[in-house]
């Protein structure tokens, strides 16, 4: 088969480079992950796949290995192994629960991440939020979907509280992931040779809006809880999907934590910093000090309490794990003081 006609086929999975390996090996994208492997597409067939040894080593930042999202190179064979995993474009990652400090890949080599949250209990603009965070340092850009626009009744007004906490140019889409005709917007995040990824708690409806999308029900759904609208982690691993519009979606598992990695730059709160910058004392704490331009912003309304909250509690974390990560780092390289670049974007460093 000629190498237009390979990359050709590949486009279908949003590749978008011009070459591929030599040397025998082959290109594919990670579809799935699982205890026993991988699943790899490379345009045409979908087949499991080993990881190479070298991706197995103890101490491997587990960053570094295969993720969902991640075009690999793989030696033919049974079973094929994955050899290298490419550059990645864009890289969505949150800090794992618990407390050693480690990355966990959620999704790479996306173009959009579509953060849902439920207009029923489920809705919490500080939890929008703390996504938008993780986000900015992934490269791809954020899209918040507000899913179960028919069941709720004062859907109007949660959309209107968040359209007025979130800045202007971030896309908010109220639907019924259920519904085709009310999730046609979406088509434009959805172009042919894009890739998507849909994020959000446990119920909130990630696996009804991609099987609306599919025009098939591929995956499985199950219903909330009444009392309080939590689902029940249906989804357990991440999976990625040929759209029938030409790109490809991510359905992911409903996160319950999703802390900060430390290399946010918070720059969603930018105005609050701005603010901080007008208070009459340059070291102000903002609490009884005269002239604090944040308190008067907080007595007037310009700046809800809530915002404020979120914006202390997601910046002590960010200052958290950056410390944390530090030293994890300066242990790693016996005590030396190192130059991190910071952020991820795009390609990783490696050592
Ligand atoms: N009426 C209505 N029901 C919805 C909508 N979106 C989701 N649901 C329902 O909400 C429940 C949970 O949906 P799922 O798609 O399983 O949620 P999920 O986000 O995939 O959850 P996990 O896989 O556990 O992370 C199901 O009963 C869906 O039918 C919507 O927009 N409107
Ligand atoms: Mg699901
Ligand atoms: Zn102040």
């Not at 197995?56 to 570094?64: F, H, Q, T, Y």
């Not at 079973?79 to 890949?105: C, D, F, M, N, W």
């Not at 009884?288 to 310009?302: I, K, R, T």
Request: aromatic share 4%; proline share 5%; hydrophobic share 35%.
């Amino acid at each position: 088969m000629s190498e237009a006609t390979l990359i050709d086929r590949l486009r279908h999975i949003g590749w978008r480079g011009e070459s591929l390996p030599s040397g025998g090996l082959r290109l594919a994208r990670v579809v799935a992950q699982h205890r026993a492997g991988y699943e790899l597409h490379d345009g045409e067939h979908l087949f499991g796949a080993q990881p190479a040894g070298h991706f197995l080593k103890r101490g491997l930042d587990p960053a570094e290995r295969p993720a969902v999202g991640d075009f690999v190179e793989f030696e033919p064979g049974a079973p094929p192994h994955i050899q290298k995993v490419l550059a990645r474009r864009t890289v969505l990652s949150r800090a794992a629960a618990g407390e050693r400090y480690e990355r966990q890949v959620i999704a790479t080599n996306i173009d959009y991440v579509l953060v849902l949250t439920g207009l029923d209990g489920d809705f919490n603009p500080s939890r929008i939020e703390r996504y938008l965070s993780l986000i900015e340092d992934s490269g791809a850009r954020p899209v918040v979907l507000l899913s179960k626009l028919d069941l709720t009744e004062d859907a109007a007004d949660r959309v209107a509280e968040l359209r007025g906490r979130l800045p202007g140019e971030v896309p908010m889409h109220a639907i019924n992931g259920k519904d085709p005709a009310s999730i046609a917007v979406l088509a434009e995040y959805l172009r042919p040779g894009d890739s998507a990824v849909l994020v959000g708690s446990s119920g909130a409806g990630k696996s009804t809006l991609t099987n609306t999308l599919l025009g098939v029900d591929r995956m499985a759904t199950s219903a909330v809880r009444a009392h309080d609208s939590r689902g029940r982690h249906t989804t357990t691993h991440r999976a990625l999907l040929q759209l029938p519009t030409g790109g490809c979606l991510i359905d992911t598992p409903g996160m319950r934590e999703l802390k900060l990695t430390g290399d946010e730059n918070l720059d969603l709160f930018a105005d609050i910093d701005e603010l901080a910058e007008l208070c009459r004392f340059a070291d102000c704490g903002h609490g009884s000090e005269p002239g604090c331009a944040v308190q008067e912003a907080l007595d007037n309304g310009a700046l809800s309490a809530e915002r404020w909250r979120n914006y202390l509690k997601l910046r002590d974390e960010r200052e958290d794990q950056a410390a944390t990560l530090e030293a994890r780092l300066r242990r790693q390289r016996g005590g030396r003081p190192i130059d991190r670049p910071h952020g991820h974007r795009g390609q990783r460093e490696r050592d």
